[in-house]
Each structure stands twice: as C-alpha cells, then as structure tokens.
C-alpha cells in the first residue's frame, strides 16, 4: 500500500528545487508525483546533507519515510551542537579539541556536510591539511556552500598547482550566494589565478559580495570605483562603499576616508576616522591626524576624540 504523506504536509515540488544538487535528482523527485514517500533514500540524504536544524524539521514531517530516513542527519546535528560546545567551552563544557573533532567527525559519518566542514577546520588548524581537504571536498561535491569555499581555498593555499580547480569550487559557492566566496573568486579573477585578468568579472563579483555586506570587498569596490578598474570611474560611488567599509571598521577604509574628508574640508570628522585607523594600525595616519588636530581648538579636539573613543562597528562580514 502506498503510503500517504502526513496531513496538512503537503510541499510543493518547486520548495524543494533548491536543495537539490542537479536537475536529475529535480528530475527524479518530479517522477514521484507529489508522492514524496516515493523518493530514494540516497537522493534524500543528497538534499538534506546541508540543512540546519529549522529546515532538517521541516523536511522530518513532510511523511513518515522521510522522517525515518532523516533520523541519522538529525543526529549528526546533536552532534555538531557538542562539537561547537567543546571547541568553544560553551554550554557548561570546558573547551576539549579531541572531544570537538570527534563530535564533528561522529557527525560527518552520518552525512551532515556542516560537520564535515567544521571538522575540516579543525583538521586544518592542527595542520593536518590532508585530512581537511578530504572533509572539505566531500562537503563541496554534496554542494555545500562552505565546503565549496573552503575547498578552494584550501587549493589556492596548499596545492597552488590546483588553481583552475580552486577557482571552479569558489565559483560554484559564489552562485550559492556565498560572499566570502565572492570576494576571493573576485580576488582571483583580478590577480589571474593561472588564467588571464578579467577586471570586469573581478569588479562584478566584488559588488556582489559588497553588497552581501563584505566588507573587504566594499573596499575593493571602492577603490574600482575611484580608479576606474572594472567599473565606470565613480568619485561619489567610490566615496560611499569607502564609507561603508570604514563604518564597518576596515581600517585601511577608514584612512582612506578620513584622507577624503580633510581634503574637502571635514576636519572633525576626517578626525575621527584618522582616530580609529590609529587605533588599528595604520600609521600613516598618525601624522595626518596630528597635523589637523593642531588646527583644531581645545575643545573640539576632545570633542572629536570622545567620539573616536566611543564609536562601535556596524556589523559586517
């Protein structure tokens, strides 16, 4: 008898398109017609590999077979919860390095790819670059955004004769929307990672990750909009995604913006921004600060330093 999916669970096909991997597995889920019960457990696993918890549920009820053939990834979510929890001493637990790779490599056995990736991490940080890769790839070939990014630039930074395959893993993230994955697909592109420059590409990709709300790439498109590299030259687009990179604390932005304002007579506020690349390390700035504080008054320099001293990063990426 075939079995019916759980009442008031009806899911549209069209929901579940952008979990899957490729048109054929879209393909195989269209021949179950409506009937999701029907869906192979291998093709199941495929979709959910990369779920979070909300959408692990959601996909837990949508019939009784998906339920039962989700129970080993709602596991490996437990677990990826106790890795997080040793790995950074949260939750009443100590930090425990061991106990955190083990609970993510239990995880990754079970086929979460958010395991796999965070495992991977761990892996890389004890050095073991090998086994990170391993993780890394098997993350990126189920078609998780992370492990894609990492795998590329995992290629970029230990295998640099894998370039090209570098590049094609953070262009397949990159389409995911992943915006770290943009910028150093942008990065690439600019530099030419074993292929010609392509600027035009290069400065669409950092747009888009600026967009996302990186802030390294709102600095790069800053400066492509200033000299022209990629983009149509643009002085007051230029200076708004600096402004937005040192608004977010990039402190090169910063001094950059801080130069801008004090050519065009924004003393205070060129302070200000002078002030907070200071106080991250660029020493160009030192001087420039010091030079328009002399023209200021008592009281407007400690006007302008209380406000350096009590500003606060807008949130970034």
């Not at 869906?39 to 549920?57: C, E, R």
């Not at 943009?182 to 669409?204: I, K, N, P, V």
Request: glycine content about 8%.
């Amino acid at each position: 008898m075939k079995q019916k999916t759980w009442p008031g669970r009806q899911y549209r096909q069209s929901t579940f398109k952008f979990w899957l991997s490729s048109e054929a597995d879209f393909r195989q889920l269209r021949s179950s017609d409506g009937d999701f019960s029907t869906l192979p457990s291998d093709i199941l696993t495929k979709i959910a590999a990369s779920f979070t918890l909300p959408h692990l549920q959601a996909a837990s009820l949508v019939c009784k077979s998906w339920s039962e053939g989700l129970r080993p990834l709602r596991e490996a979510l437990l677990f990826l919860k106790w890795g997080k929890r040793f790995k950074h001493g949260r939750g009443g637990v100590r930090p425990n390095l061991d106990k955190a790779l083990d609970s993510f490599l239990k995880g990754a056995v079970r086929g979460s790819t958010l395991a796999m990736v965070d495992a991977g991490l761990l892996y890389w940080e004890m050095g073991k670059k090998d086994k990170a890769i391993a993780l890394y790839k098997k993350a990126a070939v189920l078609g998780d955004p992370s492990g894609q990014c990492n795998l590329g630039l995992s290629y970029l930074q230990a295998e640099p004769s894998k370039q090209k395959e570098a590049v094609k893993w953070l262009f397949q993230a990159s389409k995911s929307g992943h915006v770290r994955a943009q910028y150093q697909l942008a990065l690439c592109l600019h530099q030419g990672c074993g292929f010609d420059r392509h600027l035009h590409e290069a400065a669409r990709w950092y747009l888009k990750a600026a967009e996302g709300g990186y802030v390294r790439a709102m600095y790069r498109v800053a400066l492509c909009y200033s000299v022209g590299e990629g983009l149509a030259q643009s002085h007051r687009q230029a200076r708004k995604w600096m402004k937005r990179a040192a608004d977010r604390g990039h402190s090169k932005a910063q001094y950059e913006h801080g130069l801008g304002l004090f050519s065009e007579g924004e003393k205070l506020k060129a302070v200000v921004y002078l002030e907070l690349a200071t106080h991250a390390g660029e020493t160009a700035a030192v001087h420039v600060k010091n030079v328009i504080l002399q023209q200021l008054p008592a009281t407007s320099r400690d006007h302008v330093m209380n406000l350096a001293n009590n500003w606060r990063a807008l949130p970034s990426l």
